[in-house]
Each structure stands twice: as structure tokens, then as C-alpha cells.
T-cell receptor, first 109, second 112 residues
Framework: QQPVQSPQAVILREGEDAVINCSSSKALYSVHWYRQKHGEAPVFLMI?????EQKGHEKISASFNEKKQQSSLYLTASQLSYSGTYFCGTTGGGNKLTFGTGTQLKVEL | DSGVTQTPKHLITATGQRVTLRCSPR?????VYWYQQSLDQGLQFLIQYYNGEERAKGNILERFSAQQFPDLHSELNLSSLELGDSALYFC???????????FGDGTRLSIL
């Protein structure tokens, strides 16, 4: 089943913070976060694994609550370049990565 | 540049036709994934290969098939094309399962 992301869209002023949430109805093994700008390929941001391991960019932070099957992506001191659609993807232990419907983020001056 | 190469960049064809999309993964990556992204839609997982073997299957239509060759490049074959198959098709690669996936620039398929 497709994970649910919230909010669907958010508009920030440069320098503001945002949190994007991802929730699944089934047990998760890993959560992946990607950002996609219009007309471009998704770009890897972070992966969080069951057990606490994380891999990702230094300026990106995220959390993974295994019991609640939820993950949150934290964007701090937003920049214009943060604009795009953020997708979370989840796996339940197999190889299939199921993406959420995305959160559109727009950062304005 | 992700290191994943997809060809062609654009493909325009008619209903009922057959096309082949090609993907070369990043050097060293053994896993290849195919995704479909329709207009303003999310990424729909189609299929995954690891070192030549099919490892996972998503909502891939029977008219679609894929394979990964010994040199690790992969091809996605779409046949009996319908208008609804118009979409952006992405290939991604990773070292292995549960590892970061790196996406190619995609092939935009337009069915007329």
C-alpha cells in the first residue's frame, strides 16, 4: 500500500523550517526520501533503516519511528533550491520500493 | 549527473506499437529498477533486477517486460501501446537492496 505523505503542499519563505511526514499502514524495513524538481529526475536525500542506521546528505535530517511506521523529513533554514516535490518511499523488507504521492514544497523570497 | 544513462530521451509513437527503453546503471551498481511516472503522479514501481535476475515486481502490465543483461544494462519493452501508457519512465540503480537509488533522466514516452 502507498504511504501517505503530509502536508500535500507547503509554501515557505526563505529561512523558514518545514517538516514533511510519511506514514505507512504496514511494518517498514526502510524509508527513503527523494526530491524531484519539475522535469528532472528524483534525487536521493536520505535512507533510514530499521534498527537506526541512516545514510544521507549532511544537511538533511530525518527520523524513523519503527513502532508507528512513520518517518519525518526536517528541512531547516530553507533555501530557494529546496523547492520541489518530496517523495518518501518505503520497503517492508523486500526489494519493492513504494513511493508516496509527494509533498510539493515552494520556497519564496 | 547520477551516472545512470537512459536512452532515448524522448519517444513518440502510435497506439499498438512496441518500443524498447534502455538503461545503463552506474558503474558498480548491480540493481536496476524501473518506474513509471504519469503526469502529476507519483512514481510507480514496475520491476527490479539484481545481477541479471528479477527480484521484485510491482504493478507492471503483462504488455510490459524487462530484462537485465550480463553487462548489467537493462531494457524495458512496452508493447501494444495505449494512450494511457504515455508517461515518464525512469530507471534507477543501486549497489543492492535497501541502498540509495540513483535515477536516470528518464525517457518521456508519448503515444499519439
Amino acid at each position: 500500500q502507498q504511504p501517505v505523505q503530509s502536508p500535500q503542499a507547503v509554501i515557505l519563505r526563505e529561512g523558514e523550517d518545514a517538516v514533511i511526514n510519511c506514514s505507512s499502514s504496514k511494518a517498514l524495513y526502510s524509508v527513503h526520501w527523494y526530491r524531484q524538481k519539475h522535469g528532472e529526475a528524483p534525487v536521493f536525500l536520505m535512507i533510514l533503516l530499521k534498527g537506526g542506521e541512516q545514510k544521507g546528505h549532511e544537511k538533511i535530517s530525518a527520523s524513523f519511528n519503527e513502532k508507528k511506521q512513520q518517518s519525518s523529513l526536517y528541512l531547516t533554514a530553507s533555501q530557494l533550491s529546496y523547492s520541489g516535490t518530496y517523495f518518501c518511499g518505503t520497503t517492508g523488507g523486500g526489494n519493492k520500493l513504494t513511493f508516496g504521492t509527494g509533498t510539493q514544497l515552494k520556497v519564496e523570497l | 549527473d547520477s551516472g545512470v544513462t537512459q536512452t532515448p530521451k524522448h519517444l513518440i509513437t502510435a497506439t499498438g506499437q512496441r518500443v524498447t527503453l534502455r538503461c545503463s546503471p552506474r558503474s558498480g551498481d548491480l540493481s536496476v529498477y524501473w518506474y513509471q511516472q504519469s503526469l502529476d503522479q507519483g512514481l510507480q514501481f514496475l520491476i527490479q533486477y539484481y545481477n541479471g535476475e528479477e527480484r521484485a515486481k510491482g504493478n507492471i502490465l503483462e504488455r510490459f517486460s524487462a530484462q537485465q543483461f550480463p553487462d548489467l544494462h537493462s531494457e524495458l519493452n512496452l508493447s501494444s501501446l495505449e494512450l494511457g501508457d504515455s508517461a515518464l519512465y525512469f530507471c534507477a540503480s543501486s549497489v543492492g537492496p535497501a541502498q540509495p537509488q540513483h535515477f536516470g533522466d528518464g525517457t518521456r514516452l508519448s503515444i499519439l
